[in-house]
């Protein structure tokens, strides 16, 4: 197996939303396509992904330093021996030669989206979908048929009222999603309290509620959330402080006492580590998120997956951020707890297979080989105008 060329293009999101950190307006992601020289269905293998949504574009450091890398590698420094397919990991090391340790946004965003779109690859010729070769390549369970989804809504928007928020809850519950998230930190703190408390009186036990605050919270302010949101019966408070503010996770989670999640904006699995041994998470309460293609791709999310099950963590525990075809392949293969769904906010990137309807909260597993961006016919237009 031969990659014969590797093509990245800046896509605007067009959307106009915030959290309590920022806004969407302007924000931009990268598509990829790995072209390869294998056949399979009748026409060439190439590998897709995108670079998660919440970031921007990395389209220059794919194609000023790890797309050259890859292509000016020699053939046995990324083919698994065994199988004569591109090995991934094998890949990924050779798209981070010469880079320093440190400082892992720099490239990890950009290494984890080409190569996610190699597993997407070798999983197309493979004939496999991808979450079933994740789970043999890192010796997981069997995957199971289903996936529990809960929904990352409740985004800021200008003249939203309580009862609009209401309204976009009921639709997720019309859709099948049993568990749904709000953003809290971008309002004062009574105008947060009202919409959450809206939101319980309107879901009143038909479906989850977890909040966000994106990490927007000083150390000061997390302290009266702790208190004003503890006791609420939230599924989880999801990233109170600052991401490296390990000690202010710590002493939210103290003060709160019930679930808390976060870890999306971290990049390696140096940084979990850290957050795992200095953040006050505890493996029997909090959730650990990880975002694939930001933090390396696959091989280092199973990776990190490993650690933290040696730390006393469950598998079922850490979530991949992103809701998205690329992070239900992860959730599915290394045996994650549930996976995240946006619906409706992020155009073409939103959601999962066109069709694919929820059943009770989970959604069946795909069947397509590789990640399945073929099933989704709006963006798969994007990835096939960018691969011909």
């Not at 605007?12 to 920022?22: V, Y």
């Not at 794919?62 to 590698?73: F, H, K, S, T």
């Not at 870890?263 to 940084?271: A, H, I, K, T, V």
């Not at 099950?309 to 809701?323: K, N, Q, R, T, V």
Request: proline share 6%; hydrophobic share 40%.
């Amino acid at each position: 197996m031969r990659i014969t060329g590797i093509r990245a293009a800046t896509v605007p999101l067009n959307i106009e939303m915030s959290n309590a950190a920022f806004s969407f307006r302007g924000m931009s992601t990268t598509i990829v396509a790995v072209l390869t020289d294998r056949v399979a269905e009748g026409r060439p293998v190439t590998g897709f992904a995108f670079n998660s949504t919440g970031r921007y574009a990395c389209t220059a450091t794919i194609e000023g330093r790890i797309a050259p890398r890859l292509m000016d590698a020699e053939p046995g420094d990324l083919l698994d021996p065994a199988t004569g397919l591109v090995d991934p990991a094998r890949a990924a090391a050779v798209m981070a030669t010469g880079e320093k340790p440190g400082g892992d946004l720099e490239r990890s965003m950009a290494i984890g989206t080409v190569e996610v779109a190699l597993w997407d690859a070798v999983a197309k010729v493979r004939g496999q979908p991808l979450h079933h070769l994740l789970a043999d390549a890192y010796g997981r369970p069997p995957p199971p048929d289903r996936m529990f989804c809960y929904v990352g809504g409740g985004w800021y928007r200008d003249g939203q009222t309580p009862a609009d928020l209401c309204a976009e809850m009921d639709r997720y519950l019309d859709a099948g999603y049993r568990l749904v998230k709000t953003k809290v930190g971008g309002r004062p703190l009574d105008e947060d309290r009202r919409r959450v408390d809206a939101l319980l009186a309107h879901l009143d036990g038909r479906a989850g509620l977890a909040v966000d605050a994106n990490g927007a919270l000083s150390p000061d302010r997390a302290r009266t959330y702790a208190e004003a949101f503890r006791g609420l019966g939230l599924r989880w408070f999801e990233e109170p402080v600052h991401p490296l503010d390990y000690a202010a996770t710590a002493e939210f989670g103290a003060l709160y006492g019930d679930p808390v999640a976060t870890g999306e904006n971290l990049f390696s699995r140096q940084d979990l580590m850290n957050l795992q041994r200095f953040g006050g998470l505890r493996p029997h309460r909090d959730l650990i998120q990880t975002d694939v293609p930001q933090s390396y791709g696959y091989d280092a999310t199973a990776r990190a997956v490993r650690m933290l099950e040696a730390e006393g963590w469950s598998a079922a525990s850490i979530l991949p951020h992103g809701g998205n075809q690329m992070s239900l392949a992860a959730a599915l293969g290394l045996g994650m707890g549930m996976c995240e769904s946006y619906p409706d906010v992020f155009g073409v990137f939103s959601g999962y297979a066109d069709g694919a309807a929820l059943i009770d909260g989970c959604l069946p597993a795909p069947t397509a080989p590789g990640i399945g961006f073929e099933r989704q016919a709006r963006l798969y237009g994007l990835f096939r105008d960018l691969a011909n």
